[in-house]
């Protein structure tokens, strides 16, 4: 039971950076305000997560890594609109089962914070009352040393830290209201830093550089029978980027839509010197019913109704912008 266990968490979790977008949007839906993210040898020998937002109660840090443990559904229609960005209650549980996790947390009511390590989905021991400051710490360490194959498939520590880095990045661009940073153990320098209460192109130059940073211009669009709105900053025909740099928001989600990233980019070659790209962040609001919310957590694919409808829309409305006519 326990392989088999493990063989589907290495399945949900298949690289640090998927660990750490589970673990961002958990700190996000608990409303933090500062998330600190502390990496070793790529996050496989230790990724950390500190935030301040509401904690775990001590009551339910024994369950917290059971599968399917969520405190997002409130019933289960909910699994047909749900808003906020878990949605299985498989995340912790995976981790548990190909890493050791390490939970001390506290909420704003518990008089001091606790600690829970955490293994197969289950605690070790009791939990321990320690010192903590409000909010959650989740703290994972050699992530698949017990899984040969997984550990066997990751590239280099190096390039699994690009990768955490650009998942980081782009919730930092999503999120201008959240201070993030990204620091590897001992380093000083971090890797990212953002500022709480920023804002969007703030964080593109802080990020992306200013380059990037005096290259974009805000772009919106929206239809009320589609039932989808999008915002977000464009790079304008001016400004040619050396590779595309894309980041796409479907409420809230990092997502990956291929159909509408070829499309845009198809745009683009028009306006651009031949081998330049555009920078382009896209955040799109679509009714929650209309999007495929069974694919599974590894799939960053997502599809959604009114797809053609809705792609040609956001087309447009770039295009508008490139072109720079009002018709
Ligand atoms: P899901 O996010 O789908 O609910 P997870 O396995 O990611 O499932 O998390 C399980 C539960 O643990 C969450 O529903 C939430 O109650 C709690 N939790 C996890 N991370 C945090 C956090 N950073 N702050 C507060 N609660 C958290
Ligand atoms: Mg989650």
Redesign the pocket.
């Known amino acids: 039971e326990t392989v088999v266990n493990r063989i589907a968490a290495g399945e949900i979790i298949q690289r640090p950076a998927n660990a750490l977008k589970?673990?961002l949007?958990?700190?996000l839906?608990?409303k933090?305000s500062s998330i600190q993210v502390t990496v070793k040898n790529g996050g496989l020998k230790l990724l950390q997560?500190q935030?301040n937002?509401?904690?775990?109660r001590k009551n339910?840090m024994g369950i917290?890594?059971e599968r399917f443990?969520?405190?997002?559904?409130v019933q289960f229609e909910d699994l047909n609109s749900i808003q906020?960005?878990?949605?299985?209650?498989?995340?912790?549980?995976s981790i548990s089962h190909v890493a050791h996790l390490t939970i001390i947390?506290k909420t704003c009511t518990d008089p001091c914070a606790y600690k829970g390590t955490y293994e197969d989905g289950k605690l070790k021991e009791p939990v321990k009352p320690c010192a903590g400051n409000q909010?959650?710490q989740?703290i994972v360490e050699d992530l698949f040393y017990n899984v040969a194959t997984r550990r066997k498939s990751l590239k280099s520590p190096t390039e699994e830290h690009v990768k955490i880095t650009d998942v980081i990045s782009k919730y930092a661009v999503h999120n201008p209201s959240v201070g993030f940073t990204l620091r590897k153990q001992n380093d000083s320098n971090p890797d990212v830093k953002t500022s709480p209460n920023s804002t969007h192109v703030d964080n593109i130059r802080s990020i992306y550089g200013n380059n990037v940073a005096k290259a974009v211009e805000p772009v919106e669009t929206s239809d009320e029978t589609l039932k989808f709105s999008m915002k977000g900053y464009m790079s304008n025909a001016n400004h040619p980027m050396k590779k595309p740099i894309f980041l796409l928001f479907i409420n809230n989600r990092l997502v990956d839509a291929q159909g509408l990233r070829k499309t845009l980019e198809q745009v683009y070659t028009l306006y651009l010197p031949k081998g330049m790209h555009p920078f382009l962040y896209l955040s799109l609001n679509i009714d929650p019913r209309n999007v495929d919310v069974n694919v599974h957590p590894t799939k960053h694919e997502v599809h959604f109704l009114h797809e053609d409808a809705i792609v040609d829309k956001i087309k447009g409305a770039i295009e508008l912008k490139l072109t720079g006519c009002n018709a």
């Open positions: 589970e673990l949007e958990n700190s839906d608990a933090s997560i935030d937002g509401t904690g775990i339910d917290v890594c443990t969520t405190s997002k559904l906020t960005f878990g949605f299985r209650g498989e995340a912790l549980a947390t909010g959650t989740i």
